[in-house]
């Protein structure tokens, strides 16, 4: 079984074993699917960029004319270079061609397989799992302790040290998909050129979505109880791109978020504890805002906020010319009643 751990495949590619003909590279981050394929091809032959070392074959052609691969597999190279074929998996099963080639491997070739989030019952990842002289490497959404040393890595190579809250407001920035996630990095580093660390507000000013910090600033605003703050902050996150629908969704899942935490604190927790044991936890920078929220509301007024939300989220649907005039009328006057006596 040649099915290789997801915390291997990074020292499979960078030592192949000869054993190795075929590589099946995939998962769901086709960011990071590609880089192991590039990876790969450079460790394969010497110009990647050359196509008599390096035959590339859309994965769908293979389905008329299976043969063709083995055939390009075996084929004697015209100056002695090494040699490789890439294989981009389409949506239809290229199983028969590449086993094919598990049949009659060539040593002077190296297959190298291009494929998205493939299941367990897939016949082409079941393929090159058993075979012996295939390799499959799976690529799934960069973890924590990757993202960090990812980051290490663009910090090393700048001559750039960063600071303990820009990582960790970094790493939750991240992870969807290593290539915009090393592309997000590239672009700090980029900015902070001149410096010698990067900075908390560095990370905010170019790697947050600006949406996101919007619809956090506004609905901190409204439950806080701050109407012309709330007011402002609703004309931001309409100009960053945000829907009166996404906007009301988020002050939804804020509710959600402060029903919980009060129900905590007024089972014994503190606010404090309450803010940490939050899922997930509230951001420092958000701590004042949402404190007096926690303040200013009880269970049963949260219960009600939630209530007029999917009443205005209902009426917005039924009326989408005046959702914005809905959202903006509903969030102003949670902002307005927020201090009122519980």
């Not at 560095?202 to 949406?211: H, K, L, Q, T, Y």
């Not at 829907?243 to 935490?261: D, E, G």
Request: aromatic letters at 4%; one cysteine or more.
């Amino acid at each position: 079984m040649t099915a290789v751990k997801s915390s291997d495949v990074d020292r499979v590619i960078a030592n192949p074993a000869p054993a190795y003909s075929i590589f099946l590279v995939f998962g769901p981050d086709t960011g990071l699917v590609r880089e192991r394929v590039d990876a790969l091809m450079r460790a394969s032959v010497d110009d990647p960029c050359d196509p008599f070392a390096l035959a590339r074959i859309e994965g769908d052609e293979l389905t008329a004319n299976p043969a063709r691969l083995v055939e390009e597999v075996h084929t004697v190279p015209l100056f002695g270079s090494r040699r490789a074929v890439l294989v981009k998996a389409g949506s239809r099963n290229i199983g028969p061609a590449v086993e094919a080639v598990v049949n009659a491997p060539s040593p002077e070739c190296r297959v190298i397989i291009e494929a998205g989030n493939l299941t367990k019952s897939s016949p082409l990842r079941g393929l090159c799992e058993k075979a012996k002289v295939a390799a499959a490497l799976p690529c799934y959404p960069d973890n924590e302790r990757a993202l960090a040393s990812l980051i290490d890595e663009e910090m090393r190579a700048n001559n750039l040290t960063i600071g303990p809250d820009a990582r960790g407001e970094l790493i939750a920035l991240l992870g969807a998909d290593r290539q915009a996630s090393r592309n997000e990095i590239r672009k700090l580093v980029l900015y902070a050129q001149g410096q010698k660390t990067i900075g908390l507000d560095d990370v905010i000013a170019v790697v947050a979505d600006a949406s996101q910090i919007a619809l956090d600033g506004l609905v901190d605003a409204v439950f806080a109880g701050k109407a012309a703050e709330a007011d402002n902050e609703f004309g931001k996150a309409r100009a960053s791109g945000s829907s009166p629908a996404a906007i009301v969704s988020a002050a939804i899942r804020q509710v959600a978020n402060l029903h919980k935490m009060k129900l905590a604190i007024e089972g014994g927790d503190s606010i404090e504890f309450a803010l940490r044991r939050a899922a997930p936890p509230v951001h420092f920078s958000r701590e004042r805002a949402v404190s007096e929220a926690l303040r200013a509301w009880t269970p049963a007024r949260l219960v009600r906020a939630m209530e007029q939300l999917s009443e205005a989220s209902l009426d917005m649907r039924r009326n989408s010319p005046l959702a914005e005039s809905i959202a903006q009328r509903m969030l102003l006057s949670l902002a307005r009643n927020a201090r009122k006596a519980a």
